[in-house]
């Protein structure tokens, strides 16, 4: 019993002891850091966002708010969110933040709430994700975060159909810990993961004809060749016209007295 008691008094004394380092590890803007005012509604409209830079957004209940930050290696990035409700929603509603590379890959959540759910009479709720720390390098298989452009969605999955288009406020901050980690992988990524979205280039200028090579400058080389159509279809035409000419003749003095 005397035991029991012990670890008991063990443990408040470790929660008393790490409610304070918990408290203080909450992610906070940076000194001097601009708010933004802005979400895009894709990928490609994605707002940028550094880490420590605060988001404070007023949307629409079924909107799909993207921002984008970017990651070098050694860095482990968490998202925190708060959306605040106006009074008078009908029922409950599940909200989700995903975190994409610059792959458009999705990336896991090493911890976090990432997909809570409120309650109708809730006035707020939280989301947050903490990512894997960014390598440096990784196979192409894997889906290991890598150094580039990362973007954040925020958006409502499950909720009543009266509550859709209420306004809603939006509370976002990315944070970053460490940079230039050091890391027991023998390679780094050559270039950070950007999407292309400029593919493909407009030609300016006809091309230049090419040269012609030495060997096609022979007679033969406008002949078609053996088994092409057009040989079969000249000797049909010669065949045919053969064949009525002959006809013909032999009609003629068939005719004849």
């Not at 790490?18 to 707002?47: D, E, N, Q, R, Y």
């Not at 309650?119 to 709720?125: F, G, K, Q, W």
Request: proline share 9%; hydrophobic share 40%.
């Amino acid at each position: 019993m005397r035991t029991l008691i012990r670890a008991a008094a063990a443990l408040a004394a470790t929660g008393l002891t790490l409610t304070p380092a918990a408290a203080s590890a909450a992610p906070t803007p940076s000194a001097g850091a601009i708010t933004v005012t802005k979400a895009g509604t894709s990928f490609l409209t994605a707002t940028p966002v550094t880490a420590g830079q605060p988001v404070q957004v007023g949307a629409a209940t079924g909107d799909h708010l993207y921002w984008s930050f970017p990651a070098e290696a050694g860095q482990v990035h968490g998202i925190a969110a708060t959306i605040s409700f106006p009074k008078g929603r009908t029922g409950a509603s599940t909200w989700t933040v995903d975190v994409f590379d610059g792959l458009r890959r999705r990336q896991a959540c090493a911890a976090g709430a990432q997909t809570p759910t409120a309650d109708a009479s809730a006035t707020s709720v939280a989301l947050g994700c903490t990512l894997r720390r960014v390598r440096p390098w990784a196979e192409p298989w894997s889906g290991d975060p890598l150094p580039g452009t990362y973007y954040v969605r925020l958006a409502v999955t499950d909720l009543p159909e009266p509550d859709l288009g209420l306004p809603i406020e939006v509370s976002l901050l990315v944070s970053a810990d460490g940079e230039d980690g050091t890391s027991g992988d023998d390679g780094r990524l050559t270039a950070p993961l950007v999407p292309n979205t400029r593919a493909g280039k407009v030609l300016t200028a006809e091309p230049a004809p090419e040269p012609v090579a030495e060997e096609e400058t022979d007679l033969t080389g406008w002949l078609p060749e053996p088994g092409s159509r057009w040989v079969w279809t000249t000797a049909g035409g010669v065949i045919a016209a053969v064949a009525g000419v002959v006809g013909f003749a032999l009609t003629r003095q068939a005719r004849r007295p």
